[in-house]
């Protein structure tokens, strides 16, 4: 449950997936935990490892500590410090290029400046009032 980074052996479960085979890696390592814990394990071994490598995919979204997370990361996998997974994964989502057989290099030119945080709290506004209509019609569903 580990992967050679140049004759070092790390943890899977600081596999960024960079592909169908990391993918599938990091699939068959949680599996094996799930399987030899009947599932029983609340929070399982895997639980921080797995939390840290998700937030490094996409570190600026902590602000002013995003160099903390990255530094905290690159301390299991200090050759992905300098990677950008997550933004050239969500780059070529956007472009409608990504796919099962896209090469992923870790690199993208990524447009800098700050985040629409209204357009954010409008999409969340949004997503809250289809919920909240959701509920009402399943409430409606049950009256007689």
Not at 86 to 91: D, L, M, Q, T, Y
């Amino acid at each position: 449950m580990s992967y050679d980074d140049n004759g070092e052996r790390i943890s899977s479960y600081f596999l960024k997936a960079r592909n169908r085979a990391d993918l599938a890696k990091r699939t068959e390592t949680h599996r094996k935990l799930s399987e030899a814990s009947y599932g029983l394990l609340g929070r399982s071994p895997d639980y921080i490892a797995s939390f840290v490598t998700g937030m490094n995919l996409k570190p600026e979204i902590f602000g002013k500590f995003a160099d903390n997370v990255t530094a905290y990361f690159s301390q299991f996998a200090p050759e992905l410090a300098a990677t950008h997974y997550g933004k050239e994964i969500w780059s070529l989502y956007e472009r409608g290029a990504l796919t099962a057989d896209v090469a992923l290099t870790g690199r993208v030119d990524a447009p800098e400046g700050p985040a629409d945080v209204a357009a954010v709290m409008r999409e969340i506004r949004d997503v809250e009032a289809e919920h909240e209509a959701r509920l009402v019609y399943l409430a409606s569903l049950r009256q007689p």
